[in-house]
């Protein structure tokens, strides 16, 4: 695999969220959990946070972003991998490079929330050494149907 790892850049925008949608549809999912794709720049642009996107032959083949949820909670969302890359050790690698940019800008933990029904991204989570655990409201989490839609998992870094 000669994939790059890196962080989006404004030229990506457009691919990256094509990418995304492609996902979404693949998956069966709500598009209006999509909203915040179509300016990725500007969702993952605070202060510690990042957008990054795996390119391979100039074809994005997965994603993972990271907001701050709190001063030392990282949030991670956005996190896809093509299909015909699962299970190749690319979402691995993508988790490695959220992990070090987490650690490298001063969080202790990562969360995340991942649909009910998503078995396969719950295994990865789990093999990776996200726990499960029941999150407090706060401004990414405000709607009430979540408890309903997705399980949530935290993971401690080292």
């Known amino acids: 695999m000669d994939i790059e790892i890196r962080k989006i850049k404004e030229k990506d925008e457009k691919k990256a969220y094509l990418f995304c949608i492609g996902i979404f549809d693949e998956m069966g999912w709500d598009k209006r959990f999509s909203y915040d794709l179509k300016d990725l720049s500007k969702t993952f642009g605070g202060e510690r946070e990042a957008f990054f996107i795996a390119v391979d032959n100039r074809k994005i083949v ?5 907001n701050c949820l709190a001063d030392k909670t990282a949030l ?3 996190f896809y991998t093509a299909k015909e890359f699962r299970g190749r050790g690319l979402a691995a690698l ?5 992990k070090r940019f987490a650690k490298e800008n001063g969080y202790g933990e990562i969360v995340l929330d991942v649909f009910k029904d998503n078995i ?5 989570y789990k093999k990776s050494g996200f726990r499960n ?3 407090s409201p706060c401004k990414n989490w ?3 149907n ?4 997705f399980d949530f998992q935290k993971l401690k870094l080292k």
């Not at 997965?62 to 990271?66: A, F, I, Q, R, T």
């Not at 396969?120 to 990865?124: G, I, L, Q, S, T």
């Open 120 to 124: 396969r991204a719950k295994k990865f």
């Open 76 to 78: 991670m969302r956005r």
């Open 62 to 66: 997965s994603c993972g972003g990271v």
């Open 142 to 144: 405000h709607d009430l």
């Open 94 to 98: 993508m988790l490695e490079k959220i």
């Open 133 to 135: 655990f029941k999150p």
């Open 146 to 149: 979540y408890p309903k839609l």
